[in-house]
């Protein structure tokens, strides 16, 4: 019943707004002036040919292409450096590494961007006392990588604890027999931890994929601190800003089933390609 109500109902709603429109008789004037009627695919083929929404799609690869390996690669990094046996305090580290995935994406946004900001930031400041260049990192390229490192900076802890764990649960009779071997650590990290943790790895990029694209929450909250971040620069940001600001909630319930369709078809072909080399691993 609640699978009903809160997952399967709202995407049967949301599908079917995206077949119909609002047809306006006259001037729109008086009951049954406007009307909502069957559309079939006219939503789609908007959406399809909406440059906003491609440039957004667009922007959104690249601010993916630097999130989703800076984070994994710093995930998988710290993962093995707590799983080493040298390292100390080891509870205070997860905790600290973790601790920013805890703090809300908004808030998180809020926090950087009174750091990136040139007039309030003390990083600037400094910078400035020393006589170096202040670069504007919400404007242009940069901007990326503004918005890249908020979530690199809250979702490493997260990736960080999966790997972890899964570090954890291999038997230590296997790294015992690898230096009886006579394998250093590293050999054992890139050897042995790496291949045995890939399932946690493909788990971790699974769900960096998802969260690339549903971007929202951090370019929105530092649009009012720049002029450089438009109501469309990630796709869900174009949704939002049809849906409740210009009010084409046909059009914008077309390209949320858009967007979930393309999650849907990108996790389902990288999960079988995993799960493939996973079974031509095992057959081996």
């Not at 984070?71 to 046996?85: C, K, N, P, Q, V």
């Not at 305090?89 to 750091?115: D, E, H, K, Q």
């Not at 042995?192 to 946690?200: E, H, L, N, Q, R």
């Amino acid at each position: 019943m609640l699978f009903v109500l809160f997952f399967a109902l709202p995407i049967g709603y949301a599908v079917w707004l995206s077949v119909h429109k609002v047809k306006v008789s006259g001037l729109g004037l008086g009951a049954g002036a406007r009307r909502e009627v069957w559309a079939g695919l006219e939503n789609y083929t908007a959406a399809f040919t909406d440059d906003e929404l491609l440039n957004g799609a667009l922007r959104v690869l690249g601010y993916g292409c630097i999130v989703v390996p800076v984070m994994l690669g710093l995930a998988l990094l710290f993962a093995l450096m707590l799983d080493s046996e040298k390292v100390r305090l080891t509870s205070f580290t997860r905790l600290a590494i973790f601790l920013p995935y805890a703090i809300p994406g908004v808030v998180a946004a809020l926090l950087w961007g009174f750091l990136y900001l040139p007039d309030v930031s003390p990083f600037y400041f400094v910078l400035d006392a020393l006589g170096l260049p202040q670069p504007d990192l919400l404007d242009g390229g940069p901007l990326y990588l503004a918005l890249s490192n908020i979530a690199v900076w809250g979702g490493t802890g997260f990736n960080m604890i999966v790997i972890y764990t899964a570090l954890r649960a291999i038997p230590a009779e296997v790294y015992e027999a690898a230096k009886l071997d006579g394998a250093t650590p590293l050999q054992i990290a890139l050897r042995i931890k790496i291949p045995m943790v890939a399932p946690s790895l493909v788990l971790t990029f699974f769900f960096s994929i998802i969260a690339t694209l549903q971007v929202f929450s951090e370019p929105t909250t530092l649009k009012p601190l720049t002029n450089s971040v438009s109501t469309t620069w990630s796709p869900l940001m174009k949704v939002y800003r049809d849906a409740f600001r210009t009010g084409d909630v046909h059009g914008a319930s077309a390209q949320a089933v858009i967007i979930a369709l393309v999650t849907l078809l990108l996790s389902f072909g990288f999960l079988r390609a995993a799960n493939r080399r996973s079974q031509r691993e095992a057959t081996r």
